[in-house]
C-alpha cells in the first residue's frame, strides 16, 4: 500500500468533511449533540495497531457498513455495550433508564446509525467530491473492540502491512458515552479520485 | 477478567512474541488462530497470531500465515530464546466464522484451523487443548509459568485450558 | 382513515415512522423489512401509500417502488432514506417515487409529505 503525502493529506480534508457531516446527521437523529472529540487519518502498520486494540477487553456493541460505487471504504461504529442503552433511549425518545437489556430495539437502533453515518458519509463525498458511492445494508455485530476491529481491516490486512485509517472519536452530548468510527478507504480507488477532481502528487 | 497480571505482553494480527515466566502473553481472535507454544521445562512460551493459512507472496510478512509463522516461531523460541525443540507441545484457539460487510460470513477461519493442524503435526508438535470455531471473539490469555491458557469468548464464562 | 405500509429494514424506524403517523390520525396497513415484502404486503393489505427505505437487504428499496409501481401504476410510494444524492432523488422520481424524504427527518416533514399526498387527490 503506498500513499503519497498529498493525497494522505487530501483523503484527511475528504475525510474530515464527511465526518462532520455524519456527525451532524447523528445529533440530528438522536436529538442530542455528538462532538467530535477526537479523528486523525493516517497510515498505520497493522500488526501496531491491532496489537493496541487487543489491549482492551472492553465488550462492544458495533456496526459495519460496506459501500458500493467508484470508491472502495468500510466503516465501524462502535460503542460500550451500556452505552447502546444510553442510545436506544435517545433514538426512541425516552427517559433515560428505559432501556435496561439488549433486545431487537436496540439492534435495530444501532443498525440504524450506521446507516445513518454510513449514508451521509456517502453523501458528503459525492457533493464535494463527485464520487458515485452509496452504503450497503448494515451489519450488526457485538463483541470484543479488537476483534471487530480486526473483522474490518482483514480484507487489507490480507493484502498488505499496512493501512490508511481513519479513526474518529465522539463524545454524546449529555450523557458519558464515547463513541468510535473506523473508516478503512481501499487507496487504490481514492488515489483514482482525488487525481480526478484534479489534484496530482 | 479478574486480577489480570501486569506482565501481560499484547500480540496483534499477524504478529508473533516470545517470552519466559513470569510473562503472559494475551491476544484477541476472531477469524484468526492463535496458536500458543509452550516449553514446560524452560518455561518459555511464544503466542504465534495468524490470519491466513498460505503465504501468497513473497514479500507478504512470515508471521501473518500458519506454514510460514509456525516454522519461523519454533526456530525464534529453540535458537533465541533457548527453548527445548523436544518438550514444545501447542494449544490452538479461535478461527470464528466472521460477518463480513455484505452479510456474508467469512469463512477463513476453517481454512486457517486446518493447515495449523496439519503444519504442528508435519512438525511432530502435540496440540494438547483447542477451542475453535463459533461467531464471536476469543480473548486468550497465556501464563508461561503453568502453561494455562484462559479463554474467553464474547458471551460466555472464561474456561481455562 | 388512510392506510400506509411502513418498509424498512430497521426496526426502530418502523416504530418512530409508524407512531408518527398515527399521532397524526393515519391508520398502520402493515410493515415490512425489505422489498421483496414490501410488494407481498401491498397485494396483500391494499395500503393508501406506503413509506420506502432505500438501503435494503435481499431487495432494496427502488426496486421495491420499481415493483410496486409496476403491480399498481397510481401507488403512491414516499421514499424516506439517509442517502441525499440527486441520483438517487432521481432514480425514485423516475421509477414513480411521490416524495423524497431524508434521514434523519423531523416529524413535521414526514407529515406534511404524506398529507400532501392525499390533499392532491
Known sequence: MNISAEHLKILDVMS?????????ALS????TGAKISFSKCYVAEIGAVTEKMNESTDEMAGVMVGFKGNVGCKLLFMIPMHGVFILTDLYLRQPSGTTKT??????????ELGNVLAAHICNSLVSNFDATLTPLPPVVHNDYAGVMFSNLIMEQAMMDDKLVLIDTKFEICKTELACYLFLVPDVASFDKLIDAIGVYS | MANLPQNI???GVGELKITRSPGVLKTLLGSCIGIVLHDPLNKIGGLLHIMLPKRNSEDAKITKYADTGLP????????????S??????KIFGGAKMFETNGKMMNIGEANEFEVRRILKEAGIRITASKTGGTKGYNIIFDTETGKVTCRIFGEPEEVY | MKKILVVDDAKVVRMVISKVLTKNGFAIAGEAENGREALEKYKQLKPDAVTMDITMPEVDGIQGLKDIIA???NAKVIMISAIDQR???AEAIRNGASGYIVKPFEDDSMTIAINKLFNQE
Open chain 2, 72 to 83: 519461523y516461531i519454533v526456530s525464534q523460541m529453540v535458537s533465541n530464546a533457548g527453548a
Open chain 3, 87 to 89: 441520483d438517487s432523488l
Open chain 1, 16 to 24: 474530515r468533511l464527511s465526518i462532520d457531516r455524519a456527525s451532524r
Open chain 1, 102 to 111: 439488549y433486545d431487537e430495539c436496540s439492534e435495530s437502533v444501532m443498525q
Open chain 2, 85 to 90: 525443540r523436544s518438550a514444545l507441545y501447542a
Open chain 1, 28 to 31: 440530528k437523529t438522536l436529538k
Open chain 2, 9 to 11: 505482553i499484547t500480540v
Open chain 3, 71 to 73: 403491480y399498481d401504476k
